[in-house]
């Protein structure tokens, strides 16, 4: 990977937004490229956790197994999403697992080689925790906003963050719609419906089960 283009994986990432450019570089030194196919685990539960994950292209799930052995979703990430911010301080392993749900650039970032940099860097250190605070702040506002809003909304904003993370206007979905109206607190025939009010309004178009084409990608952010 290009000195470049690691260091934009790394601006990627909240935390590491508001760095200077001197410590940008410093960090996107210890990056490392990963392609992934479909299918394919970032991680898995119960393994070491000891790497900053950082999507750069495509899209994962991030699922746990509830109690009765069942895989449950929690989150879905896009480029620009990482996972594993956490480990880059602490030790522990893995709570959920990471798969592909469409083939991947991934970035990562050791827990070890990010240490060594903090402790012969303090000053990033200091920015890195001055970040962190912000993030925090940053996500209540997330998870306030996303309480509140309605399945409509809420459908219209993956179907515009799925386009953007394949590239591309027509695409599969990459979730069942059982799995995607779980994700979204929703039932399947909501969605289904949802879908084809989205589609008599001209914003997308449906075809087979799974496909659809993102025709007004303005008119989704507005139903958003």
Not at 176 to 184: E, G, I, P, R
Not at 189 to 215: D, M, N, P
């Amino acid at each position: 990977m290009h000195q470049h283009e690691a260091e934009d994986c790394v601006r990627l990432v909240p935390i590491f937004q508001t760095l200077g450019e001197a410590d940008i570089a410093a960090i996107a030194q210890l990056v490392r490229d990963h392609q992934l196919k479909a299918g394919e685990f970032l991680f898995t539960e119960g393994t070491a956790a000891d790497r900053l994950y950082i999507l750069a292209h495509g899209q994962a799930k991030i699922t746990q197994s509830t109690a009765a052995g069942r895989e449950q979703l929690l989150r879905v990430l896009g480029p620009g999403d990482f996972d594993g911010e956490g480990v880059l301080f602490t030790k522990g392993e893995h709570t959920t697992t990471s798969t592909a749900l469409t083939p991947l650039s991934v970035c990562t970032i050791s827990q070890q080689d990010f240490q060594a940099l903090l402790k012969s860097t303090p000053a990033l250190a200091l920015n890195v925790l001055n970040a962190l605070g912000q993030r925090v702040v940053a996500l209540e506002a997330q998870t306030t906003a996303q309480a509140v809003a309605s399945v409509g909304e809420r459908l219209a904003n993956y179907l515009v963050e799925t386009s953007a993370a394949l590239g591309q206007t027509s695409f599969e979905l990459p979730l069942k719609k059982k799995d995607l109206a779980q994700y979204l607190g929703t039932t399947p025939e909501t969605i289904s419906r949802k879908l084809a009010h989205f589609a008599a309004a001209g914003l997308i178009k449906q075809s087979g089960r799974q496909h659809i084409e993102v025709i007004d990608a303005d008119g989704l952010t507005l139903e958003a």
